[in-house]
């Protein structure tokens, strides 16, 4: 290192002291004696000191009592604990007390040499650990601000979806073509399974990801509700496991669900009967699997779509997104349909 660097040494040995002093002058330390713990911890209140080196013994307040006054200090400078040839333990329990490293306390010159050496590396230790703890700081608060713009940004994207969606629902009172109000019916369901995603994103603590058994659980019931002010009498029933999907994947999984309800819905129990609509998510072994089943009427596969077909359109939009396999069975009561993609 290039710069000083600036030592308290604690010794009660004023003679010993002189000497140290002198080397370590010589090997750019400059450095501050204290012949007792005391006065040493009111030099390193002032501040201004790089690191200590503490004798053990001393009158008054022992090497290891001023080690732990020295650890109640705020942030304070790494200790180098000086024993005697003989007290390997003590230099243990140092140690174990917060000393960053000890040296053997002799009167040649490899003590000075040695005690040098060692400031030296536990300056840089500390001032090492200094630095990954503000760099671990500033990444943790880099994070949480990403974090919280995020929740933010998802906050207002829900809000605007919500304002869309009231717009289509003032649109759909305004308009007296029946096409019209259904579309625009349609419509909103599709924003809604948007937005449930956003919603769940800025209410929850990982903004990365959306768990989806809260998420199908809030879009079916936001689907029961607007069946039931249309008169119709399906239930909607969940099984779904507790599986985190990015936002991408879990907005795709929302619309699939909201379209394959709605035809359920609208085909599979004319005239406003009573039956179940079933939709679970689980772990398969191929993957994740999606399944909507009812106990309807049926329908052809091969058939052409009913209505304008859109909906089939973005079943297919969204399978291929997720790069997963659609299938229709029709030869079961009622219809069941799955998709199968990769985790």
Known sequence: MSDVLRLLYIDDDALFARLVTRALRRDGIETTHADRGEPGLALLAAGGFDAVALDHMMPGMTGLETLAAIARLPAPPPVIYVTAADEGRIAVAALKAGAADYVLKDAGDTFSELLAETIRQAIAGARLRAAK?????????????????????????????????????????????????????????????????HQRLYTSDDVRAVSMDSYLSGLLQEMQQAMA????????????????????QAISIGVVVTELVTNAWKYAYPAGAAGEVRVAFHRVDEGLCLVVADDGVGFDVAASP?????????????????????RYEANLRGTRASLLFAA
């Open 229 to 248: 002010d249309d008169g119709a009498k399906p239930q909607l029933i969940l099984e779904a496991e507790p599986i985190l999907l990015a936002t991408d």
């Open 133 to 197: 703890e503000a760099a671990d700081a500033a990444v943790r608060e880099a994070r949480d601000r990403a974090e919280m713009l995020l929740k933010e940004v998802n906050h207002r994207v829900a809000n605007s979806l919500a304002l869309v969606n009231s717009m289509a629902h003032l649109q759909g009172q305004a308009s007296d073509s029946p096409e019209v109000k259904a579309a625009l019916k349609a419509m909103q369901r599709r924003i809604a399974a948007i937005g449930q995603v």
């Open 306 to 326: 009913r209505g304008s077909g859109l909906g089939s359109r973005l079943v297919k939009a969204m399978a291929a997104g997720l790069r997963g396999r659609l």
